[in-house]
Structure formats: structure tokens, C-alpha cells
């Protein structure tokens, strides 16, 4: 089904459709993961990959026109052979791979042990991928906040701060008027019921992710797509009166900060960058409160980024 | 072989076409359509390598003993997250070559880039020869 997807895509030259097809090939890729035991990781992909992508792709193809031109055949032929021989090579290397779901792979006989027999001892939360991924590779996941970061500033740099006065104004493009969907009743009523609630299911996504699947980074776009989902049946005018992007685009430096400081704070308490454990007196309560932290400075980051790079998109087609 | 290594075959089906998209489509948006297709294919291969048979999601609990490895869901997470806010980022450059080019079709834009460049070089020729003759001037 999902190669089906994907060759549907190959083939559409009508761009919508292709984006389309895009978020259900998100969404069928994150039902993969949860088989696959990876349940942050679907719950990720399922708000990231099916919801803020397909928005920004939208948005910019609100701008640039929804329709590719027709290949020439030459185009298409040497990339074919390119790419069969490509494959064939991949194909010939994993002969070499174990197997799937093999539990004596390279890949589960190195750190991996450590983190699934002692993370309960050593960190505490029982959400092992929270634990790896805020104590164990904490600089990792700080560098990662920051690359999100740098690219919200390349947007910025790129498109504006979303607010109107910066950038060219452009008429809006026929059958793209997000305005008019205040008008339809359905699309209004569902969006009134749904937004509170995914709000709050995204701060109890942010502040239980140590116990179950969740995090500072689903719960951010998950706030963020309930905004975007406000912005789009309401207008842009409205939204940008919540949260007025000038203000706004403070945010992803503050929680960066924040998770930074919390580095800073253990290490004037004696321990290395980020060693949570040295924040309080006992190690475990440390660990605890360094996570929720940092947790919560990457929320903000993340939602406040994908607001913001709404913004930005969505303004330059109005 | 084939339940073993079938997933993996998926994958490079996948990452070849989303190979393939970026480079047959000559529309600057649907090659970052691709690149996501390439990006996802790889995630799906991570989570793959990480699965163990018989386990289970890894969130410690009494009872369960056999888990996925975490590894490569944190790195795959991140990976994600910082992969729409790359997206995000190539579709503000695409939308800036539309409003300078009036086009993100990859074979119109270097055909005007090509037209802009004759123009430039044929200015330059000028001015430099223009230059010369100051030069000239200067030394008589």
C-alpha cells in the first residue's frame, strides 16, 4: 500500500493531489512504526508528517502554482536506470543484513542493553526512548533543538517575521481563499470542538511523556497544528491578534534557552553539561525535574517554529 | 530470506522513488515531496533495525522483558522534527526563486539564469573596456 502510494506520487503531475497523497503516505508510515513497536515515533510522525508538513507544502503551493509540467522522456529515462542500478546495489548489500526483528543484531548488543536494563535505575522514567533521548543524548537532542532553530531563522531571514508590512503583497490566488471557510458550518463547528481539546491533549502530552509516549517535541506540534487548524478556519488576521508574531518569534530562543540554562545550572552545581542528577540532592529527583525542563523548552521551541514558519508561508500568499 | 530481509526491500523500493522524483521532476516543490519520501523510507529502515521480535513498545513495566530498541526511535524522533523544519526551509527558498524567477520549474529558471548571464557578460565587456579607455586616458 505504501509503495502503491508512492508510485501514485511518481506519476501525479497535479501537485495538490501529490500532497495529498504525501500526508497519507505519513500516516500509513506512522501505523508501520506503531507495529513496529516505535510508538513515539508514530505518534510523532503521525503529527508531523500528516499534519505540519502537508500544511507547509500547501502553503507554498498556494504560491507557486499546483501544477508540474509534463516530463520530457529524456528526463525520465536516464534517472530510471540511475536509480535500478542504485537499488539492485541496496538490494545486493542487505543480503549481508540480519534479519528482521533478529535479537542478537549488531545494532541491539551495544549501548542498547545499558539504556533497557539501568535507565529505570539510572534516570527513572519508564518511557526508556524519553530517557535516552533527554538524559543519555541530551547534547544530541540540544544540538537537534538547535538545528530546528537555525531553520525557523533561515525562514525568517527568508520570508519575514509573518507580519504582514514584510514581503510583497500578492493577490490571493483563486479557489485558495482560506477566508472562506469560516463560511462552511461543518468545517467550523468541527474545528470549535476540536481545538480546546487538542490544545490541552498537547500539554498532557508535553507533561506526561516520561510515563508514556509523548514529549516536548509531539507535544509542540501538536499545539501548533491546533493553532494552524484555528488559523485556517478563522483566517490568519486573527490568529496573528493571539499571538502576534513579533512576539512569537521570541519563543524558540527562549525555550532553547531554557534548555541551555538547565545545562548551565548543572554544571555551577558541580556536574557535567546536562548531568541532570547533580540539579538537586537527590539524583532521581534531579533527573526528574531536569526532564520535565528541558521537555518543556523543547515544546516550546518546536511550537512556537511551527507557528511561526506558518506564518511566514501563509502571509506571502495572501 | 524473504520475511527477513522483506522489510528492507520495501525501504529501497521507497527511497528509489523518492530518489527518482527528485531527480525526473524538474518542479522544485515536488522534489522536496521526494526528499520526504527518501527522509521517511530511512526512518521506516531505523525503526526497522530496531525492532526485536516478540517485543514490545520500550516503556518499562512489570510483566514485559522484551523491548525494541529505544535507540533508534529517539534519533528517528528528532530526525523527524528537524526534517519539517528542513522542509519548511526549502520551500521558503522555493517560494523566494518563485517571486524572483516567476517559476520553480527547475529548466526555466537556468534558461533565464542563462539569458541574465549574456546580459550581465555583455555589460561587463563594456564597462571594462570603458574602464581601459579612463585608463588610457589617464596615462596620455
Known amino acids: 500500500m505504501l509503495v502503491a502510494t508512492v508510485f501514485a506520487i511518481v506519476k501525479l503531475d497535479h501537485l495538490m493531489s501529490a500532497v495529498m497523497l504525501m500526508g497519507f503516505f505519513s500516516l500509513l508510515s506512522s501505523g508501520i512504526f506503531m507495529t513496529l513497536d516505535a510508538v513515539d515515533v508514530a505518534f510523532t510522525e503521525a503529527a508531523v508528517g500528516a499534519g505540519a508538513s502537508t500544511i507547509f507544502i500547501l502553503a507554498a503551493l498556494a504560491i507557486v502554482g499546483r501544477t508540474s509540467k509534463k516530463k520530457r522522456p529524456e528526463k525520465t529515462f536516464a534517472p530510471l536506470i540511475i536509480v535500478t542500478c542504485i537499488g539492485a546495489i541496496l538490494v545486493y548489500a542487505t543480503l549481508d543484513m540480519p534479519y528482521f526483528g533478529a535479537p542478537d543484531a549488531p545494532v541491539h548488543t551495544h549501548v542498547a542493553p545499558r539504556y533497557l536494563l539501568e535507565s529505570g535505575e539510572e534516570v527513572g522514567p519508564p518511557n526508556i526512548v524519553t530517557s535516552v533521548l533527554a538524559s543519555y543524548r541530551g547534547y544530541d537532542t540540544f544540538g537537534e533543538a538547535g538545528v530546528v532553530f537555525t531553520a525557523f531563522i533561515g525562514v525568517l531571514l527568508l520570508l519575514g517575521a509573518g507580519t504582514r508590512k514584510s514581503g510583497i503583497e500578492r493577490s490571493a490566488p483563486p479557489n485558495v481563499n482560506v477566508e472562506s471557510m469560516r463560511q462552511t458550518v461543518v468545517l467550523r463547528e468541527v474545528a470549535d470542538l476540536l481545538i480546546a481539546p487538542v490544545l490541552i491533549f498537547s500539554l498532557y502530552v508535553q507533561w506526561h511523556g516520561d510515563f508514556g509516549p509523548g514529549g516536548g517535541f509531539q507535544a509542540g506540534v501538536i499545539f501548533a497544528s491546533a493553532i494552524i487548524l484555528y488559523a485556517l478556519i478563522y483566517g490568519i488576521v486573527p490568529a496573528q491578534k493571539v499571538l502576534p508574531p513579533r512576539k512569537l518569534a521570541y519563543f524558540p530562543a527562549i525555550g532553547l534557552l531554557l534548555y541551555a540554562i538547565v545545562g548551565v545550572i548543572a554544571m555551577l552545581k558541580g556536574g557535567n553539561f546536562l548531568d541532570y542528577g547533580a540539579l538537586m540532592a537527590d539524583p532521581h529527583d534531579g533527573q526528574h525535574y531536569g526532564i520535565l525542563a528541558i521537555e518543556l523548552g523543547i515544546g516550546i521551541t518546536v511550537a512556537a517554529v511551527m507557528i511561526n514558519i506558518f506564518f511566514s508561508l501563509s502571509e506571502r500568499s495572501l | ?140
Not at chain 2, 3 to 28: D, E, K, P, R
Not at chain 2, 86 to 103: C, D, F, N, P, W
Not at chain 2, 112 to 128: F, G, I, P, Y
Open chain 2, 1 to 140: 530470506m524473504l520475511t527477513g530481509l522483506f522489510n528492507y526491500w520495501i525501504v529501497i523500493i521507497l527511497m528509489m522513488a523518492g530518489l527518482y522524483i527528485v531527480m525526473s521532476s524538474g518542479h522544485l516543490v515536488k522534489k522536496i515531496i521526494g526528499l520526504n519520501i527518501f527522509q521517511t523510507s530511512v526512518f521506516i529502515f531505523f525503526i526497522s533495525m530496531g525492532n526485536v521480535a516478540g517485543g514490545t513498545a520500550p516503556i518499562l513495566k512489570d510483566g514485559f522483558n522484551v523491548f525494541s530498541n529505544p535507540l533508534p526511535h529517539v534519533l528517528i524522533l528528532t530526525a523527524i522534527v528537524v526534517g519539517v523544519a528542513t522542509t519548511a526551509l526549502g520551500l521558503a527558498i522555493s517560494v523566494r526563486v518563485y517571486e524572483a524567477y516567476g517559476t520553480v520549474e527547475e529548466d526555466e529558471i537556468t534558461a533565464k539564469d542563462r539569458d541574465n548571464r549574456h546580459r550581465e557578460t555583455s555589460v561587463s565587456t563594456v564597462t571594462q573596456g570603458a574602464a581601459t579607455e579612463d585608463v588610457q586616458e589617464i596615462q596620455s
